[in-house]
């Protein structure tokens, strides 16, 4: 049941249908699969089979989806690379994965080349221009698939065969390979077909980088499961996502907190025509309160489908339903169809309705475990039950409310205190750009909440205000007893906050006080 059989569909049943277009290059379901066999056939030559690493270190393109259906097509596993890293991080994932090729373009090579002489690779090739920083030593992808056969057959796989590696972003550790089976996919992709009803008509928007599930599993490869067509912005800019909207029509697209933030920030929001978006889906790490209702109020016909997910389930584990977006506003909704979800303690044990424990997840979407990290995967996959790492509440109704990652709840004198809750009312204030809350410690209490806050320019406001400003909001042991003000928060590649930073920086701090 090899995932690239999909496309295969396609192009048998509706050849012309558009698959995907980037920068006036226009795809169809029949050109991205005979593109596709061209791409295999080039892999191939360099000695790519089943159960081989192939790496992809690309900004979006139609490139990139060439290069992941050929990967399905050989047997390969496709493993696309994070390009805010830095070289280091690279050559760690690389190494550790063993990559036999890696992919690049000639934007990115410079990453590569300091740590090039280090890496396991067997081969370099080179998307776009025949030359580059790297020189002769990447060889040019249309070359390859001009010399090479076209490979047109697809590979025998089992739905526990890899397809996809990807690693985590590493906020306390080193990276982990997540290993992402053909039938995870195929489960992801249905799921998600129901729950969101998207079909041939739907046209998205892939505007976050395709290293991410974000863009990739919450837009694209399910636009291309229903055989819908999915438009591809290179990289991420508030303004030309809101004018593809208005020019395409586009009726979906995955944003992070981070990139609704700048989109409701741009000033030409105003005066574009917004009406085509039927599904915003957000994700990547809880959005707060009050960026949920302002984007209900610019996107008037939209669903915005706040939803949880990791990488590890392919990404969209639960949605809020549609009727739902304003009653039950700040909770991620229910599951999705064939995945169970419970709320447990430290034993295991179902919490009542109401109290925080662990999400903890079990079905067909949730991947078979840790590439070559045994221990890992032990910690994390216990009882036949994936392990999150994140504390979630459930309502008397099922309703998935997020109240924080487990390393990041503050426990005040005996209190838990989720710090999406605090910042919840720290971006209620018109002058906050961006708030973090960590724990801070306390002699008295053991930890108190520490705000961390980015003014937007111009704010004269103090921390003094903002204290004051939260404690006529928030019960007293929950408003920060600390505020620091800085440019901006620490954020990995991914742009989630770097918390991790944040505690450290606060215990040195109070250390030298």
């Not at 208005?246 to 105003?270: C, F, K, S, Y």
Request: negative net charge; charged residues 25%; hydrophobic residues 45%.
């Amino acid at each position: 049941m090899n995932t690239a059989g999909v496309i295969a569909h396609h192009a048998d049943r509706f050849p012309d249908r558009l698959a995907v277009g980037f920068d006036g290059d226009l795809v169809t379901y029949a050109g991205l699969w005979e593109r596709s066999a061209s791409t295999a056939g080039a892999l191939k030559s360099l000695g790519v089979g089943r159960g081989d690493v192939v790496a992809h270190l690309l900004y979006n393109s139609a490139d990139f989806l060439d290069l992941m259906v050929a990967c399905a097509r050989l047997g390969a596993i496709f493993m696309p690379l994070n390009w805010r890293l830095a070289g280091p991080e690279l050559e760690y994932i690389l190494n550790h994965a063993g990559a036999k090729v890696l992919v690049s373009e000639p934007e990115l090579e410079p990453l590569i080349e300091p740590v090039r002489g280090s890496l396991a690779c067997t081969s370099f090739v080179r998307v776009g221009a025949a030359d580059g920083p790297g020189g002769a030593a990447w060889q040019p992808l249309a070359g390859l698939r001009a010399a090479a056969t076209p490979h047109h057959a697809v590979a025998e796989v089992g739905r526990d065969d890899v397809l996809r590696l990807m690693y985590t972003s590493g906020t306390t550790a080193r990276p982990k390979g997540v290993m992402i089976t053909h039938g995870n996919l195929d489960a992801k992709n249905a799921a998600h077909a129901v729950e969101l009803g998207f079909g041939a008509d739907d046209i998205g928007l892939a505007c976050g980088p395709l290293y991410h599930v974000g863009a990739l599993d919450l837009t694209t490869t399910t636009l291309l499961h229903v055989g819908a067509s999915t438009q591809l912005l290179r990289t991420f800019k508030a303004a030309a996502v809101l004018e593809a909207i208005e020019r395409l029509r586009a009726t979906t697209v995955w944003l992070a907190p981070a990139m609704v933030n700048l989109v409701l920030a741009d000033p030409g929001i105003a005066t574009r025509d917004l009406s085509s978006m039927r599904v915003i889906i957000d994700g990547g790490e809880k959005m707060p309160l009050p960026l949920i209702e302002r984007v209900l109020d610019a996107f008037p016909n939209a669903w915005f489908a706040d939803a949880y997910g990791l990488t590890e389930t392919v990404s969209g584990d639960t949605f809020l339903d549609k009727g739902l977006s304003r009653h039950k506003l700040g909770s991620v909704g229910k599951p999705v169809i064939h995945l169970e979800l419970r709320v447990v303690d430290e034993d295991d044990v179902d919490v009542a309705a109401g109290a925080p424990g662990e999400i903890v997840l079990r079905g067909p979407k949730v991947c078979k475990g840790y590439w070559r990290d045994e221990e890992a995967t032990a910690r994390a996959f216990r009882n036949g039950w994936f392990h999150t790492g994140d504390v979630g509440i459930l309502d008397s109704e099922g309703f998935l409310t997020i109240a924080d990652r487990i390393k990041d709840m503050v426990i005040s004198g005996g209190e838990n205190i989720a710090t999406p809750e605090v910042e919840r009312v720290l971006y209620e204030h018109p002058d906050v750009l961006e708030a973090a809350v960590v724990a801070s410690p306390d002699p008295r209490w053991g930890e108190v909440p520490a705000a961390y806050v980015a003014l937007r320019p111009g704010s004269l406001l103090t921390p003094e205000e903002l204290v004051a400003f939260c404690a006529a909001r928030l019960a007293r042991f929950k408003s920060p007893k600390i505020v620091r003000i800085v440019d901006a928060l620490p954020r990995n590649p991914s742009g989630k906050v770097l918390k991790r930073e944040l505690r450290d920086a606060e215990k040195t701090t109070v250390e030298r006080s």
